[in-house]
């Protein structure tokens, strides 16, 4: 498969994170396509919303290329490539790989005919998923969690959140809208002394109308933004709800790819 498309990542970009891919084995079929092959028809699919069994006849078979992706996610490997590149892309931009602040935010996205847990929600009259992100100040994604779209924005925060507090020891500070103000902010105040984070809520104005740029919020906007402007995310197409995880890290490797080792296009 060609690295002409504008999904793919080049070779040189791929050299970050090709020892995380394990090594072929003594034993068995020898391997015909190359990972970087492998990765480019996945990030095809994902910028163009296509089917596994639609991707192009120069991508390797859609069975290989869907065997790769499920296998690769039931190791973890989306993961551990996706953290490891958030502290590559902090460290190259002279901030501590460990955040001391982070963005909460949450998006509802409608899915497709495929069976899997969806959800409605009431506020944003979406029927489907809801996708709950914490983003550091450069938009990067810390951790995200996808529960169906019923699962209400403070109960949402809290699989992410306690989670956070484990991972990220330096983490003081959260921003969040006011969807979050309430139980959410007295469940955290108790968990203060252990792990000492601190939830603020950025209200909008008393006499604001219409869109207005609210401090900090604009960044985790701004990462969903990234995130939509891959077809595959804007509806939610997956079956399990591990595996549109799992897309959304992909989203985000490759723009830190390309912010590690950015193409020079004419």
């Known amino acids: 498969m060609p690295n002409s498309y504008p999904s793919s990542i080049s070779a040189q970009q791929f050299e970050e994170i090709n020892d995380?891919?394990?090594r072929p084995q003594s034993t068995g079929r020898p391997r015909v396509h190359h990972r970087l092959t492998i990765l480019n028809a996945i990030l095809y699919l994902l910028s163009s919303g296509c089917a596994w069994r639609l991707l192009p006849h120069d991508c390797p078979p859609w069975q290989t290329v869907y065997s790769c992706f499920r296998r690769w996610k039931r190791e973890g490997l989306w993961g551990i490539i996706h953290d490891y590149l958030v502290k590559l892309v902090r460290h190259a931009s002279g901030k501590h790989t460990n955040p001391?602040?982070?963005?909460?935010?949450?998006?509802?996205?409608?899915?497709a005919d495929q069976a899997g847990e969806r959800g409605y929600d009431a506020g944003k009259k979406i029927k489907g998923?809801?996708?709950?992100?914490?983003?550091?100040?450069?938009?990067l994604l810390l951790h995200v969690v996808?529960?169906?779209a019923s699962v209400q924005d403070r109960d949402g925060a809290r699989f992410v959140l306690a989670m956070m507090a484990h991972w990220?020891?330096?983490?003081?500070?959260?921003?969040?809208?006011?969807?979050?103000?309430?139980?959410?902010?007295?469940?955290l105040w108790q968990l203060r002394a252990c792990h000492k984070i601190r939830?603020?809520?950025?209200?909008?104005?008393?006499?604001?109308?219409?869109?207005?740029?609210?401090?900090?919020?604009?960044?985790?906007?701004?990462?969903?933004?990234?995130?939509?402007?891959?077809?595959r995310l804007?509806?939610?197409?997956?079956?399990?709800?591990?595996?549109?995880?799992?897309?959304?890290?992909?989203?985000?490797?490759?723009?830190m790819l390309r912010r590690l080792h950015p193409l020079n296009r004419i």
């Not at 001391?100 to 899915?111: P, R, Y």
């Not at 804007?234 to 723009?255: G, K, P, V, W």
Request: aromatic share 10%.
């Open 199 to 231: 939830l603020e809520i950025v209200k909008r104005g008393a006499r604001q109308r219409g869109f207005a740029v609210l401090p900090k919020r604009w960044i985790v906007e701004r990462t969903l933004g990234w995130l939509t402007k891959n077809r």
């Open 129 to 139: 998923r809801k996708r709950h992100l914490l983003v550091d100040t450069l938009g």
């Open 146 to 148: 996808v529960t169906p």
């Open 168 to 187: 990220f020891s330096r983490l003081r500070v959260v921003w969040a809208d006011g969807g979050y103000a309430g139980s959410l902010v007295d469940w």
């Open 20 to 22: 995380f891919f394990s």
């Open 100 to 111: 001391t602040a982070a963005i909460l935010d949450s998006q509802s996205v409608k899915t």
């Open 234 to 255: 804007r509806c939610d197409y997956e079956q399990l709800t591990d595996t549109s995880e799992a897309m959304i890290r992909i989203a985000m490797i490759r723009l």
